[in-house]
């Protein structure tokens, strides 16, 4: 076989030239004939019970499908971990915006004037909006004390530290919910026949979970449920698990109007009735030696599910699971809980759960250093994980990372040191203040612990008729280059040209189940798989004597051909199996909870200007080791892309609730950095390889959601002063916490004590 | 889209969409946006706000940037319209397009179009702009994806090489 070197090289786009083009094919780019326009009518209230539904006399509800509970012919639910959400409520609400009734229409436009003439009435209940109201039972919403999940990892025996501690760090940090905004809203189009069942075209991430959801919610069987996915603009886990319900409520018209329904959120019904990020709150107590080290902590992690289960077990376990970040903890104990609320339900979001619980150990290694008097460097250098040591699970470290290293390199790259002086020194002038932070973390890769097992992602690489090799995966693209690196994967096995690759479209009937798109796993889980499938291909060929050691495109094509003409079919099926080492126990979430980690150092450079309180970062350094880089162009697209959104997370982005409803759910009020809000972000990668991905990639796609917001909000605090505990940190938030005018003079006005140990006299000054 | 009494009003517009002169009948309400999409299928043209916020429906009219989510359809009786389709099939953006596929400033694709819209407008303006130039000329136009350093990037090497053809 010759080695073409395509890994490793930023190839084509696949699917580019139709992106740029205008020509690519999202789901509102669909029409079928006779298609019907959907919409969905939803709670106005937190919590209660429905005692009437009126329809308006100005419509004529005769044209109308209307849909309701009772047309559901399997269970009114929408499967996923439970099947505790109703597909649609029947007469009790949990949370504002739930679905209650579907209707559809040819008219658009009437279709939107049909939904206001719906009115109403309920029997209200109270209902609760946080996790304290959660907490403290102010109202039992679900099960008997509000928790839909818990977890508890012990390491060692922390209760013995307190005793040999020099410092005990206390520490509360919070984080704020945050919506995906893919620029592409929701959106699905389904058609229903007696024979073929439910076929649904979307946008999407995961197929085969759609598939799930709709089986139970329609009673068919397997192969009457059909899952398309369309060109999907943008995701972020925000297209993981409420794509079900649109796909659920598609089909469900269809089924009853007998024509093809097609049902297109707009932004404002996007943003206020989908998944957000899950709001948190991180509370910390470490015990600390005078030199700095870590000898023990306990760390309490909290999320708001909103009002039903969904994916909140899964997130809460990942935010547990990196709350004690790239540290070595010798003593801890994490208490891990989801809790509900009225809020429509908290969902995936790139990073899922780790930006939360990361922030918040990232500041907290920052009160750390400033309560011992060391600086923010040496406190990091002191505990960083290093091979062969355990993480908070006792997961050994295999792999050789030297964060020290990593820190090192982050520093000269960005020019830490003559930046922290010289911005000590500017920042005695009158005017904006400058300020520099850091942030190291870690972000495992594939399901946790041993999720990729339950799984058994399955994949296939096929030759067709005319001796061309097609890739089979249930993995989907929408931005981060799926489809683009695995065919790069499956040429470079075979010894192919990138172009002589081809990958099929999603489509539950054509693609086995390779699993959901999700935790930075295609690359590294899937892209494994799709490996052995090509290389099963080669050795089946090179078995039947059909090629040799070595042979060109054209003599592989020519026996590709000749073996499928003699044979029939020709398809080669890859299985995921656990490697031996990766041992978890369940029960005590105790063992390798990731089969490779990422690892990263960020530094961001921030200004708050004086009069508007506004934070900006000037320059942002992305250092990660991510294993092999397959593609520079497009991880390097997945870096950048992933810290802006933590940029976004850190300074812009505040979903402002009223009771349990966001009320600023447009683009208008919702704010999102734009390319004027970011001048420089440079990303750098380490390559150490690794055993576990194809060609010794890992996981990319979340890692850089990690740390923005930590670096960012330890470079404010490093500019002010003041230890900010929580974001997103909006200029009005950075306002309030200056207190009063004499107080915000000081630190816009005075001079400070030069230099010095970082942050010492502004933590005095504040 | 046939039969209810909401659809009475109808009108008729006369544009040129792309070089071709176009004529049809159009509800009185509709939006430019859907009236490219809906009635004459150029579907590249895309909607992501809605309230001409994101840029994504980005519109050449009259060789001004428009959001054609923003433009009655009967505001653009007479101009001439361009869209994604129109610069692809006379190449008068192939150079830009070519740059973003090259640089990555295209992911998911769907704020794409606009995009390039928004950066053709640009250069056409302003054929060397400077990289604070690129990046306050886009800022019209939201990408959820790259975080803009490799959209600016095509730009900038496009203004460079001054290739945008």
């Given at each position: 076989?010759?080695?073409s070197?395509?890994v490793?090289?930023s190839?084509p786009?696949l699917?580019?030239?139709?992106?740029i083009?205008?020509?690519?094919?999202?789901?509102d780019d669909?029409?079928?004939p006779?298609?019907?326009y959907?919409?969905?009518?939803?709670?106005?209230?937190?919590?209660?019970?429905?005692?009437?539904?009126n329809f308006?006399?100005?419509i004529?509800?005769?044209e109308?499908?209307?849909?309701?509970?009772?047309?559901?012919?399997?269970?009114n639910?929408?499967a996923?971990?439970?099947?505790?959400?109703?597909?649609?409520?029947?007469g009790?609400?949990?949370h504002?915006e739930?679905?209650?009734?579907?209707l559809a229409?040819?008219?658009?436009?009437l279709l939107a004037?049909a939904v206001?003439?719906?009115t109403?009435?309920?029997?209200?209940?109270p209902?609760i909006f946080?996790i304290?109201?959660?907490e403290t039972?102010?109202q039992v919403?679900?099960?008997?004390?509000?928790t839909?999940?818990?977890y508890?990892?012990?390491?060692g025996d922390?209760?013995?530290v307190w005793e040999r501690?020099?410092y005990?760090?206390?520490?509360e940090?919070t984080t704020?919910a945050?919506?995906?905004?893919?620029i592409?809203n929701n959106?699905?189009?389904?058609?229903f026949d007696?024979?073929k069942?439910?076929?649904?075209?979307?946008?999407l991430?995961?197929?085969?979970?759609?598939?799930?959801a709709l089986?139970?919610?329609?009673?068919?069987?397997a192969?009457?449920?059909?899952?398309v996915q369309m060109e999907?603009?943008?995701?972020?886990?925000?297209?993981?698990?409420?794509p079900?319900?649109i796909?659920a409520?598609a089909?469900?018209?269809?089924?009853?109007s007998?024509k093809?329904?097609?049902?297109?959120y707009?932004?404002?019904?996007?943003?206020?009735?989908?998944?957000?990020?899950?709001?948190s709150?991180t509370?910390h107590?470490t015990?600390?030696?005078?030199s700095?080290?870590?000898?023990g902590?306990?760390?309490e992690f909290?999320?708001?599910g909103?009002?039903y289960?969904?994916l909140?077990?899964?997130v809460?376990s990942?935010?547990a699971?990196?709350?004690?970040?790239?540290?070595?903890?010798p003593?801890?104990?994490?208490?891990?809980?989801a809790?509900?609320?009225n809020?429509?339900?908290?969902?995936?979001?790139?990073g899922f759960?780790?930006?939360?619980?990361?922030?918040?150990?990232?500041r907290?290694m920052d009160r750390?250093?400033?309560?011992?008097?060391?600086?923010?460097l040496e406190?990091?250098?002191?505990?960083?994980l290093k091979?062969?040591?355990?993480?908070?699970t006792?997961q050994v470290?295999?792999?050789?990372?030297?964060?020290?290293k990593?820190?090192?390199?982050?520093?000269k790259?960005?020019?830490?040191?003559?930046?922290?002086?010289?911005?000590a020194a500017?920042?005695?002038q009158?005017?904006?203040?400058?300020?520099?932070?850091?942030?190291?973390?870690?972000h495992?890769a594939?399901f946790?612990?041993s999720?990729?097992?339950f799984?058994?992602s399955?994949v296939?690489v096929?030759?067709?008729a005319d001796?061309?090799?097609?890739?089979?995966?249930s993995?989907?693209?929408?931005?981060q280059?799926t489809k683009?690196?695995?065919?790069?994967?499956v040429?470079?096995t075979l010894?192919?040209?990138?172009e002589d690759?081809e990958?099929?479209?999603?489509?539950t009937q054509e693609?086995p189940?390779?699993?959901?798109?999700v935790?930075?796993?295609?690359?590294?889980?899937?892209?494994?798989?799709v490996?052995?499938?090509?290389?099963?291909?080669?050795?089946?060929?090179k078995?039947s004597g059909?090629?040799?050691d070595?042979?060109s495109a054209e003599?592989f094509r020519?026996a590709?051909q000749?073996?499928?003409?003699?044979?029939?079919?020709f398809?080669?099926?890859?299985k995921y199996e656990?490697?031996e080492?990766?041992?978890w126990?369940?029960?005590?979430?105790?063992?390798?909870?990731?089969a490779?980690f990422?690892?990263?150092v960020?530094?961001?450079?921030v200004?708050?200007?004086p009069?508007?309180y506004?934070a900006?970062?000037?320059?942002?350094?992305?250092?990660q080791?991510?294993?092999?880089v397959?593609?520079p162009?497009l991880?390097?697209g997945q870096?950048?892309g992933?810290?802006v959104?933590?940029i976004?997370?850190a300074l812009?982005e505040?979903v402002?609730?009223?009771n349990g409803?966001m009320?600023?759910?447009?683009m208008?009020?919702?704010?999102?950095?734009t390319?004027?809000?970011?001048?420089?972000?440079?990303?750098?990668f380490?390559?150490?390889g690794?055993?576990?991905g194809?060609?010794?990639?890992?996981?990319?796609?979340?890692?850089p959601?990690d740390?923005?917001?930590?670096a960012?909000?330890n470079?404010?605090?490093?500019?002010?002063?003041i230890?900010?505990?929580?974001v997103?940190?909006?200029p009005?938030?950075?306002?309030d916490?200056l207190g009063d005018?004499t107080?915000?003079?000081?630190v816009?006005?005075?001079?400070r004590?030069?230099?010095?140990?970082e942050?010492?006299?502004?933590?005095a000054?504040? | 889209?046939?039969g209810s009494?909401?659809?009475?009003?109808?009108c008729?517009?006369?544009?040129?969409?792309?070089?071709?002169a176009?004529s049809?009948?159009?509800?009185?309400?509709e939006?430019?946006?859907d009236?490219?999409?809906?009635?004459?299928?150029?579907?590249?043209t895309k909607?992501g706000?809605?309230?001409g916020e994101?840029?994504?429906?980005s519109?050449?009219?009259?060789g001004?940037?428009v959001?054609?989510?923003?433009i009655?359809?009967?505001q653009a009786?007479g101009?001439?319209i361009v869209?994604?389709?129109?610069l692809t099939a006379?190449?008068?953006a192939?150079g830009?397009?070519?740059?973003f596929l090259?640089c990555?400033?295209?992911?998911?694709?769907?704020?794409?179009?606009g995009?390039?819209?928004?950066?053709?407008?640009?250069?056409?303006?302003?054929?060397?702009?400077?990289?604070?130039?690129?990046?306050e000329?886009?800022a019209?136009n939201l990408?959820r994806?790259?975080?803009?350093m490799q959209?600016v990037e095509?730009?900038?090497?496009?203004?460079?090489?001054g290739a945008?053809?």
């Amino acid at each position: 076989m010759k080695n073409s070197n395509i890994v490793g090289a930023s190839v084509p786009r696949l699917e580019g030239r139709d992106k740029i083009s205008g020509q690519a094919r999202y789901v509102d780019d669909m029409k079928l004939p006779e298609m019907l326009y959907g919409a969905t009518v939803r709670s106005r209230i937190a919590r209660g019970t429905v005692r009437e539904i009126n329809f308006g006399s100005e419509i004529n509800w005769e044209e109308f499908v209307i849909v309701g509970p009772a047309d559901i012919p399997g269970r009114n639910c929408i499967a996923l971990i439970d099947d505790d959400q109703p597909c649609l409520a029947d007469g009790v609400v949990n949370h504002p915006e739930e679905p209650l009734l579907l209707l559809a229409h040819p008219d658009r436009h009437l279709l939107a004037k049909a939904v206001e003439a719906i009115t109403v009435e309920y029997d209200s209940l109270p209902a609760i909006f946080n996790i304290q109201e959660s907490e403290t039972l102010a109202q039992v919403i679900w099960g008997v004390d509000n928790t839909f999940k818990t977890y508890l990892i012990e390491k060692g025996d922390v209760d013995a530290v307190w005793e040999r501690a020099d410092y005990v760090v206390e520490g509360e940090y919070t984080t704020g919910a945050q919506e995906q905004l893919y620029i592409e809203n929701n959106g699905m189009v389904a058609q229903f026949d007696a024979e073929k069942g439910v076929t649904v075209w979307g946008s999407l991430q995961c197929p085969y979970y759609i598939h799930k959801a709709l089986m139970k919610l329609c009673g068919l069987p397997a192969d009457k449920v059909r899952v398309v996915q369309m060109e999907t603009g943008g995701a972020f886990g925000g297209k993981e698990e409420y794509p079900s319900m649109i796909a659920a409520h598609a089909a469900l018209l269809a089924i009853k109007s007998g024509k093809p329904v097609k049902i297109i959120y707009d932004r404002m019904e996007d943003m206020t009735a989908t998944t957000k990020r899950h709001p948190s709150r991180t509370r910390h107590r470490t015990a600390v030696s005078r030199s700095g080290k870590i000898l023990g902590g306990e760390i309490e992690f909290t999320i708001d599910g909103g009002a039903y289960k969904t994916l909140s077990p899964v997130v809460l376990s990942r935010g547990a699971i990196h709350a004690g970040g790239a540290y070595y903890w010798p003593n801890v104990r994490i208490r891990a809980k989801a809790v509900a609320t009225n809020m429509p339900p908290h969902g995936a979001f790139r990073g899922f759960g780790a930006p939360q619980s990361l922030f918040a150990l990232e500041r907290h290694m920052d009160r750390i250093a400033e309560a011992v008097g060391i600086s923010a460097l040496e406190i990091r250098r002191q505990n960083f994980l290093k091979t062969g040591q355990t993480t908070t699970t006792e997961q050994v470290v295999h792999e050789e990372i030297d964060l020290d290293k990593l820190l090192d390199r982050a520093l000269k790259l960005s020019d830490y040191h003559a930046k922290k002086e010289k911005f000590a020194a500017d920042n005695q002038q009158n005017g904006g203040k400058k300020g520099i932070g850091i942030a190291a973390f870690l972000h495992g890769a594939g399901f946790t612990g041993s999720g990729e097992r339950f799984l058994g992602s399955e994949v296939g690489v096929e030759v067709r008729a005319d001796g061309g090799v097609r890739v089979l995966v249930s993995s989907t693209e929408f931005g981060q280059g799926t489809k683009t690196v695995l065919c790069q994967i499956v040429a470079e096995t075979l010894g192919l040209r990138y172009e002589d690759v081809e990958i099929a479209q999603p489509d539950t009937q054509e693609v086995p189940n390779s699993g959901p798109t999700v935790a930075s796993r295609t690359v590294m889980v899937v892209g494994k798989l799709v490996q052995s499938a090509a290389i099963g291909i080669r050795e089946t060929l090179k078995a039947s004597g059909k090629i040799g050691d070595s042979y060109s495109a054209e003599e592989f094509r020519a026996a590709c051909q000749a073996y499928v003409e003699k044979n029939g079919t020709f398809r080669s099926i890859a299985k995921y199996e656990q490697p031996e080492d990766v041992i978890w126990d369940e029960e005590k979430y105790r063992g390798s909870a990731y089969a490779a980690f990422a690892w990263a150092v960020y530094v961001a450079e921030v200004t708050v200007d004086p009069v508007t309180y506004s934070a900006s970062v000037d320059d942002f350094v992305a250092l990660q080791e991510v294993g092999k880089v397959l593609h520079p162009t497009l991880a390097k697209g997945q870096i950048i892309g992933g810290v802006v959104q933590g940029i976004g997370f850190a300074l812009y982005e505040k979903v402002i609730w009223e009771n349990g409803r966001m009320q600023n759910g447009q683009m208008t009020n919702y704010i999102i950095p734009t390319s004027a809000d970011l001048r420089s972000i440079r990303v750098h990668f380490e390559e150490l390889g690794n055993v576990h991905g194809a060609y010794g990639a890992k996981g990319i796609g979340e890692l850089p959601m990690d740390g923005p917001a930590p670096a960012v909000v330890n470079a404010i605090a490093d500019a002010l002063g003041i230890p900010f505990d929580s974001v997103p940190l909006l200029p009005e938030d950075i306002f309030d916490a200056l207190g009063d005018g004499t107080a915000r003079e000081d630190v816009f006005s005075s001079p400070r004590e030069p230099g010095g140990r970082e942050n010492d006299d502004r933590i005095a000054a504040a | 889209m046939t039969g209810s009494p909401q659809r009475s009003a109808e009108c008729e517009i006369s544009f040129n969409v792309n070089g071709h002169a176009t004529s049809l009948q159009i509800h009185a309400m509709e939006r430019l946006l859907d009236v490219l999409r809906h009635e004459l299928g150029l579907t590249g043209t895309k909607e992501g706000c809605g309230e001409g916020e994101c840029g994504s429906c980005s519109v050449l009219m009259d060789g001004l940037l428009v959001n054609s989510c923003l433009i009655p359809a009967l505001q653009a009786n007479g101009a001439s319209i361009v869209t994604i389709e129109g610069l692809t099939a006379d190449s008068s953006a192939k150079g830009l397009q070519q740059a973003f596929l090259k640089c990555g400033a295209a992911q998911c694709g769907i704020c794409t179009p606009g995009m390039i819209l928004a950066a053709f407008h640009l250069l056409s303006k302003k054929p060397q702009p400077s990289v604070d130039e690129i990046r306050e000329g886009l800022a019209g136009n939201l990408c959820r994806c790259t975080g803009y350093m490799q959209i600016v990037e095509a730009v900038a090497e496009v203004a460079r090489s001054g290739a945008a053809r």
